[in-house]
């Protein structure tokens, strides 16, 4: 039996795999983000294969920025400092272990490393 027709085969009896919708040979090499605009989420491709949705507002609310984690800290409970604003409006790779977020209002600090996009995912 020829590799190919192997893995095929393989792959026709795991579920897992198929709804992964991607095999091997076309998972990226490193992780990819996109902002989807109509959705108004950024959608964020790990090279293992998954990917997963976020949603600006929960982006924004979580900004792991020092100025962001002020704003809605112990010094502010009732929120009474204006929202930030929630559009994304771009996003600049930190290297290979993060990615940066533009916001409309310019505010651009906060760095999103990896690990951390997938436990808001997780928490979503
Ligand atoms: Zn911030």
Known sequence: MSRLRHEKARRKTS??????????WDVPKTNTVTNDAERQALIVKFKDGSAVELPWGLLRDACPCAECKELHGPSDPLKLRPMPNKTLTGFEYAGNYAVTLIWADGHRFGIYAWPYLRELAASK
Request: aromatic residues 0%; positive net charge.
């Open 15 to 24: 579920g897992i795999e198929r709804e992964r919708k991607s095999s091997r």
